[in-house]
């Protein structure tokens, strides 16, 4: 398993996006499930908060603490699998690189994941991480068990039979509830995805849009804002983990093998993260340009197919950075969402220089999934780190407020106690499971109290 290394200044930490800093009191890289039982009775001592520490990878300040900085890079690898079952356990340390990589040897996978792999399975989970497809759900519907540590350092298993209110709350439980320990994951065997990705005009795709997505395993388009095309993507299991197609219009194209080592490199290196950077950079230093360059990038989106190994064809390498924000949006108000952006962001004074990035998933019984109870789609905006993006988020969220968008955990957002409450039916149950393993607030952090407020314990009932 890869091992990461804590910063070079342990007092400092920062995110990927670099839109979130701390300075943690402490910083702690347990090595077993005792010295993470000891990092939190300890920092109940010293009267300091604990944040368990991933890899950075969200845009919000989740796993930002002024406390005790929980780095899990020395505590990863897969601890049990049963190729028959299906059943995995993990560290909650381990990376998605580290884990599919290590999947293969028993021949499993995840059903399903998102653009990378670069999340610890623990972090990825805290904030809900998603991939698409009509009939699969998020990562977290994919966990069988938790083990966590609580706040007065003991150690205990949730599932759907062990302290099942546990195990609803804490499957997406941003890290509010106790530092994760160890997941219990339900996967499938390896599969091989047939990749179709090819340009189309935008009002066709929204127009086909329920039909895409029924249609096919994982279905998800990019549209550049100003221009016409959009980028549609279709990865479709083989049967067998073999080579036989599946016809219908809605999935053309299904073909094609690997893709060569060259192709791979120039395709998702060259094009996809060092052209599309050199652009980035261009419209940073003009955004006048901006407008004619999303255009261009639009005009030059181009087709493939080829088939590889599901993790291969899900995840891709993301080196441009930018901010991100997303929202679930219930499945038949995608439409009208779109087209208010389209016709709103001409209008912006500063322009965006980033695709828009569609996905769906099922419903699920998560309690704050934001696939929770409805068929979802997932709207996610960008904007080139260095760029203004803060008139564009707001127009967004004002969109999206209008058909009860939920904001993705791990994403830049506004939102509050007051106006996410009503947007999940179980909000408070997922705070009275909270004061009743955390009534102390040991797990604390100031986006945890903007977004979940105050611990309110003891609760009854
Ligand atoms: C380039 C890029 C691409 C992305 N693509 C996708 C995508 O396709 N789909 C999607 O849904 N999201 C995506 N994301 C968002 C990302 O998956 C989430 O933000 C995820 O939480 C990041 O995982 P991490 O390991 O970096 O966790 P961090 O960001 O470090 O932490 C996230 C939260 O998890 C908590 N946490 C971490 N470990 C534990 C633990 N052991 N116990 C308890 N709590 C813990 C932290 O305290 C924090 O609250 C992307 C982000 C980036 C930067």
Known sequence: MTKRRAPANPRQWRN??????????RWC???DEAEICAAV??????????RALGTGHSFTAAAATDGVALDLSLWTGITAADSRTGLVTLRSGTTLRALNAALGEFGLAM??????????????????????????????TQVEALDLVLADGSPVTCSASARPDLF?????????LGVVTAVTLRCVPSFTLAADERP???????????????????FEFYWFPYGRQALVKRNNRLPGGGAERRGGTERDGESGAPLPGWRRFWEFEVMENAAFGTLCRTGRAAPRLIPALGRFASAALSSRSYTDASYRVFVTPRRVHFVESEYAVPRESLRGVLAELRRAVPRLAEPVMFPVEVRVAAADDIWLSTGYGRDTAYVAIHQYAGLP???????????????AGRPHWGKLHSMDSGRLRPLYPHFDDFLRVRAE?????????????????????????
């Open 437 to 461: 393993v955390d009534p102390e607030d040991r797990f604390g952090n100031p986006y945890l109290a903007r977004i979940l407020g105050p611990v309110s314990g003891p609760v009854t009932g």
């Open 389 to 403: 993006y803060r008139a564009y988020f707001d127009l967004f969220e004002s969109i999206v407020a209008g058909v």
């Open 16 to 25: 990927w996006a670099g839109t979130a800093t701390a300075t943690p009191a």
């Open 200 to 218: 189309l005009p935008v009002d066709q795709v929204l127009e086909r849009f329920d039909a895409l997505a029924a249609a096919n395993d994982h």
């Open 168 to 176: 609803a709350a804490a499957r997406v439980g941003l890290g509010a």
């Open 29 to 31: 890289q347990p090595r």
């Open 111 to 140: 059903a399903n994941l998102g653009d990378i792999d670069a999340q610890t399975i623990a972090g990825a989970l805290a904030t809900g991480t998603h991939g698409t497809g009509a009939r699969l759900g998020g990562l977290a």
């Open 41 to 50: 009775k300890d920092a109940a001592s010293a009267g300091l908060r604990v």
